[in-house]
C-alpha cells in the first residue's frame, strides 16, 4: 500500500473523532470543513486592472480609427458623394455632347447646301 503518513494520520484522527462525535457534530464540521476548503480554492483567473484599460484604450483608438476612414471615405475629398457627383455630371456631358453633334451635324448640312448654291 502507498499511503504517505500523512493520509494515513488524517484517516485515524478521522476515525477517532467520529467515534467520539455526536451526527450533528460531525454534520457541522463537515459543513466547516467545507466552507475552509472554498476559501482555499482559487477563485479563477483575476485580470489586472491595468490589461483591462489597455484593452479598452485600444478598443477606443480602433473604432476611432474605424469611424474616421468611414468618414473620409463618404465625406472627403475621395468620397462617395465625389464619386457620385461625377458620374452625374459625366452622364450629362455625355449627354450635352451628343446634342451639339446633332446641332453640329445639322449647321453642316446647311453650310454644305450654301457652298454648293454659291458655286453654281
Given amino acids: 500500500m502507498n499511503s504517505s503518513p ?4 488524517e484517516a485515524i484522527e478521522e476515525e ?24 482555499e480554492a482559487p477563485r479563477g483567473r483575476t ?11 485600444f478598443s477606443l483608438v480602433a473604432i476611432l480609427a ?4 468611414v468618414d473620409v471615405l463618404f465625406f472627403g475629398e475621395n468620397s462617395l458623394r465625389v464619386l457620385s457627383r461625377l458620374t452625374q455630371e459625366k452622364a450629362h456631358l455625355l449627354t450635352q455632347s451628343h446634342a451639339l453633334k446633332l446641332a453640329n451635324q445639322k449647321l453642316q448640312k446647311k453650310y454644305f ?3 454648293q448654291l454659291n458655286s453654281d
Fill in 16 to 39: 477517532r473523532h467520529q467515534e467520539a462525535a455526536s451526527p450533528e457534530e460531525v454534520v457541522q464540521e463537515e459543513v466547516v470543513q467545507e466552507e475552509a476548503d472554498q476559501e
Fill in 113 to 115: 447646301e450654301l457652298i
Fill in 47 to 57: 485580470v489586472p486592472l491595468g490589461y483591462f484599460f489597455r484593452r479598452m484604450v
Fill in 6 to 9: 500523512d493520509n494515513r494520520v
Fill in 66 to 69: 474605424l469611424v474616421w476612414y
